[in-house]
């Protein structure tokens, strides 16, 4: 019985948490639904054939390397540009907690900045294996997420310069109707004080 109630409880909480998630991602902008998106591709491209042995016929992914510490990086900083795009208020939590004053779009930069580097790595020993053992060839997948990297690079730094442009002209023309304003009343007051300078006759 007790038991039941735990399963129920956790069945609840996880049904809350994916209604959250599903919320927060149908009110994500344009630009983050498709980084969101790129970012579970990304993920599953990790286990697709990063390289082939063509004398056995066999393909291996990120997880088939010896270099276990360099796909769990890549998996930990996925999982923070997730967080980024979905979290709220948890994320401004943390990083008040952490006493991080990056932007969001600085921290998913540099965690793509940081995948490309890793997946770099992993093509590059792929290429120092292959001039030293034959039957070695480089998979599909190792390409696409180091082209996949790049875009997404290039994708946050043109949102963070479209962003910053837009909060520029937004801040311009409130400033422009606070001049417009700050006149209007200007010239309220001048009428005002030519009336009470006038002597009655």
Same mark, same amino acid.
Not at 75 to 89: E, G, Q, R, T
């Given at each position: 019985?007790?038991?039941?109630?735990?399963?129920?409880?956790?069945?609840?909480?996880i049904?809350?948490?994916?209604?959250?998630?599903?919320?927060?991602?149908?009110?994500?902008?344009?630009?983050?639904?498709?980084?969101?998106?790129?970012? $579970?591709? &990304?993920?599953?491209?990790?286990?697709?054939?990063?390289?082939?042995?063509t004398?056995?016929?066999?393909?291996?992914?990120?997880?088939?390397?010896? &270099?276990?510490?360099?796909?769990?990086?890549?998996?930990?900083? $996925?999982?923070?540009?997730?967080?980024?795009?979905?979290?709220?208020?948890?994320?401004?939590?943390?990083?008040?907690?952490?006493?991080?004053f990056?932007?969001?779009?600085?921290?998913?930069?540099?965690?793509?900045?940081?995948?490309?580097?890793?997946?770099?790595?992993?093509?590059?020993?792929?290429?120092?294996?292959?001039?030293f053992?034959q039957?070695?060839?480089?998979?599909?997948?190792i390409?696409?997420?180091?082209?996949?990297?790049?875009?997404?690079?290039?994708w946050w730094?043109? &949102?963070?310069?479209?962003?910053?442009?837009?909060?520029?002209?937004?801040?311009y023309?409130?400033?422009?109707?606070?001049?417009?304003?700050?006149?209007?009343?200007?010239?309220?007051?001048?009428?005002t004080s030519?009336?009470?300078?006038?002597?009655?006759?």
């Amino acid at each position: 019985m007790e038991n039941t109630k735990k399963a129920r409880r956790l069945k609840h909480k996880i049904n809350l948490w994916i209604d959250r998630l599903s919320f927060n991602f149908i009110n994500l902008g344009a630009y983050k639904k498709i980084s969101l998106i790129w970012v $579970l591709i &990304s993920f599953i491209s990790l286990f697709l054939n990063w390289f082939n042995l063509t004398n056995e016929k066999i393909s291996g992914n990120s997880f088939s390397l010896n &270099s276990w510490y360099v796909w769990f990086v890549i998996i930990l900083f $996925l999982f923070v540009c997730s967080f980024m795009l979905l979290s709220n208020n948890s994320k401004e939590k943390i990083k008040t907690k952490m006493s991080i004053f990056f932007s969001d779009y600085a921290i998913i930069t540099f965690s793509w900045i940081v995948i490309f580097f890793l997946t770099i790595v992993i093509f590059n020993s792929l290429r120092w294996m292959i001039k030293f053992t034959q039957g070695i060839e480089i998979g599909n997948a190792i390409i696409f997420e180091i082209i996949g990297s790049i875009f997404m690079i290039a994708w946050w730094i043109f &949102s963070y310069k479209e962003n910053k442009k837009e909060i520029l002209n937004r801040l311009y023309i409130e400033n422009n109707k606070s001049m417009e304003d700050f006149e209007e009343y200007k010239d309220i007051l001048n009428k005002t004080s030519d009336k009470n300078m006038k002597l009655p006759i």
